[in-house]
């Protein structure tokens, strides 16, 4: 996957995460962004040390009621689950969830509890699903490649 371009600005109250992708791109994985930054709540740490915070590739996914990283980033990060998320099925197993920063290009920060989950495809290690879109809105362009985040200020 090749970089994408993200643009940061503020206009009329909105904080926005401006991104260029190649259209091939933007239609085989949707809206995708390098570089966010995700910090683990150091009071779930496995051991006396604060995880360090990491840089991450994020795909949005409006179909994904909550927001979730990859089991690889997930073991990574050396973090115990905050809680875990019962499944709707009796034959699945309860999901753990991650409490972390997630710390946008634009300056947006959101405190989010994570869900660990499996089948995650790389390149991506954080999916960003409605319970953090529901904060905001997004433009996106398939024809162009462009697409936007934006999140109110204050």
Same mark, same amino acid.
């Given at each position: 996957?090749?970089?994408n371009r993200a643009l940061a600005f503020t206009l009329g109250g909105w904080v926005t995460l401006g991104v260029d992708m190649p259209v091939d791109e933007l239609l085989r994985y949707g809206p995708s962004v390098q570089g966010v930054k995700i910090t683990p709540d150091a009071s779930?740490?496995?051991t006396n040390v604060s995880p360090l915070p990491r840089h991450v590739s994020a795909q949005?996914?409006?179909g994904a009621e909550?927001?979730?990283i990859s089991v +690889? #980033?997930?073991q990574e990060l050396g973090?115990?689950?905050c809680r875990f998320l019962n499944a709707d099925t009796e034959a699945?197993?309860?999901v753990p969830m991650c409490r972390a920063n997630i710390a946008f290009q634009n300056g947006t920060q959101i405190n989010a509890d994570l869900a660990v989950f499996a089948q995650l495809a790389q390149p991506h290690d954080l999916l960003i699903g409605r319970d953090i879109? +529901? #904060?905001g809105r997004i433009v996106v362009d398939f024809t162009t490649g462009h697409w936007e985040l934006e999140f109110k200020t204050g």
């Open positions: 996957m090749k970089k779930f740490s496995e949005v996914d409006t909550i927001s979730c +690889r #980033l997930w973090v115990k689950p699945s197993r309860p879109l +529901r #904060l």
